[in-house]
Nanobody, 120 residues
């Protein structure tokens, strides 16, 4: 089970850090992904991390502004979001899977999502 938290409202240029805590130990081969869904739009890939290697890939839309990290001791993955823009407004969800994939359909476990609102 995944629990995402840390969402909120910020102004353009602000920062937020999202957390996604797993209720059980995250296996080394697990891939943890972040996705977002804006109102009226399809779910969009944000970034992912391979738990054992730390390999990370970001969507072009967030590259250079968002940073994914992990804390193995806490079974938690983070999404640090800087230089936020209004177009980053969305519900952000974390997910766990085994495939290094940008597709949400590859992930088997999902957190409930946390809302991020960026105002201009």
């Amino acid at each position: 089970q995944l629990q995402a938290s840390g969402g909120g409202s910020v102004q353009t240029g602000g920062s937020l850090r999202l957390s996604c805590a797993a209720s059980r130990r995250i296996y080394s081969s697990t891939v943890m992904g972040w996705f977002r869904q804006a109102p009226g739009k399809e779910r969009e890939f944000v970034g992912l991390i391979r738990w054992n290697t730390g390999r990370i890939t970001y969507a072009d839309s967030v590259k250079g502004r968002f940073t994914i990290s992990r804390d193995s001791a806490k079974n938690t993955v983070y999404l640090q979001m800087d230089s936020l823009k209004p177009e980053d407004t969305a519900v952000y969800s974390c997910a766990a899977g085994s495939e290094y994939s940008f597709s949400s359909s590859s992930y088997r476990s999902w957190g409930q999502g946390t809302l991020v609102t960026v105002s201009s």
